[in-house]
Nanobody, 121 residues
Framework: QVQLVESGGDSVQAGGSLRLSCVAS????????MAWYRQLPGKTRELVAG???????NYAEDVKGRFTISIDTSKNLAYHQMNELRPDDTAVYYCNTNVVHSPGEYALNCWGQGNQVNVSP
């Protein structure tokens, strides 16, 4: 079993910055990908940024140039640096990872508990 623990959510003013972190623990042979999603009230969860174990990242269009995802596979840890925050970035941010528990097994998908980010005008 794998647990994801997130931290870093807070309230900031527009233009400010936050860094979210997500650490995976439990039975982990290797992590293949880590990602951040966000969900606004009444909306579906959407991908914000993702990264694979090799460091290749992809971003949603509206966060490109503002957000940066990074991964430390030796610590099963991902960071999500968010700069130039806007009020419409306000959401619950969720960490997501694909984890292989043992050699030869398929990766399983896991979610964190969610972290509230509030950006005021």
């Amino acid at each position: 079993q794998v647990q994801l623990v997130e931290s870093g959510g807070d309230s900031v003013q527009a233009g400010g910055s936050l860094r979210l972190s997500c650490v995976a623990s439990g039975t982990i042979f290797r992590i293949t990908t880590m990602a951040w999603y966000r969900q606004l009230p009444g909306k579906t969860r959407e991908l914000v940024a993702g990264i694979d174990a090799g460091g290749r990242a992809n971003y949603a269009e509206d966060v490109k140039g503002r957000f940066t995802i990074s991964i430390d596979t030796s610590k099963n840890l991902a960071y999500h640096q968010m700069n130039e925050l806007r009020p419409d970035d306000t959401a619950v941010y969720y960490c997501n990872t694909n984890v292989v528990h043992s050699p030869g097994e398929y990766a399983l998908n896991c979610w964190g508990q969610g972290n509230q980010v509030n950006v005021s005008p």
